[in-house]
């Protein structure tokens, strides 16, 4: 069975400074993607970056990249510059086979100190 | 460009009452799911159907049901609402291909008293 982990329920940062967020990951296909997502206080869920694993390069969206390391089934976040409006959930999300029945982790929560 | 739209926002049940949670989604996409969301435990997938007329079970499917009579459509029944289905619910969808994200509504909050 896929498992999605991470090990941060709660962080912090400073606005303006780097946060990384950790994700961990099982699965036993050679090809996949892997998603994270923000669900700020108004609980809805906003994609913020994908991967797909058979990609060397790291995908980047503007303040927002990843460290994947496939080996290592690790899938981190960086949050670079960090606003106010950065503070939510974040979950790393690992889909199933064919695109469906995303396996969510238990979400870390980010805080940005002013 | 409404997406995927859930309702009702909020509802409190008493135990043993039943209702429905609406989803709709006018981005004619396949698979849609149902996920409940818990402190700690991410989201889990509750039911999902990958077409009109075919449903199938997730990780934590006891106490609900779900139907697909058309594309656009995949209400979830809570036959006999208990405590611990108090949870915050999604739907969600998606065209299915490997590449695709999920597009979620804006979730339900159910207490259940």
């Known amino acids: 069975a896929q498992t999605v982990t991470q090990s941060q329920p709660e962080m912090s940062v400073q606005e303006a400074e780097t946060v990384t967020l950790s994700c961990t990951y099982d699965t036993s296909e050679s090809d996949y993607y892997l998603f994270w997502y923000k669900q700020p206080p108004s609980r809805q869920m906003i994609l913020v970056i994908r991967?797909?694993?058979?990609?060397?390069q790291n995908a980047t969206e503007n303040r927002f990249s990843v460290n994947f390391q496939k080996a290592a089934k690790s899938f981190s976040l960086k949050i670079s510059d960090s606003q106010l409006g950065d503070a939510a959930m974040y979950f790393c999300a690992h889909p199933g086979g064919y695109g469906q029945n995303f396996v969510f982790g238990p979400g870390t929560r980010l805080s940005v100190l002013p | 460009n409404a997406g995927v739209t859930q309702t009702p926002k909020f509802q409190v049940l008493k135990t043993g009452q039943s209702m429905t949670l609406q989803c709709a989604q006018d981005?004619?996409?396949?698979?849609m799911s149902w996920y409940r969301q818990d402190p700690g435990m991410g989201l889990r997938l509750i039911h999902y159907s990958v077409g009109a007329g075919i449903t199938d079970q997730g990780e934590v499917p006891n106490g609900y049901n779900v139907s697909r009579s058309t594309t656009e459509d995949f209400p979830l029944r809570l036959l006999s609402a208990a405590p611990s289905q108090t949870s915050v619910y999604f739907c969600a969808s998606s065209s299915g291909t490997q590449n695709s994200p999920l597009h979620f509504g804006n979730g339900t909050r159910l207490t259940v008293t």
């Open positions: 981005m004619n996409h396949e698979y």
């Open positions: 991967q797909e694993a058979y990609k060397q």
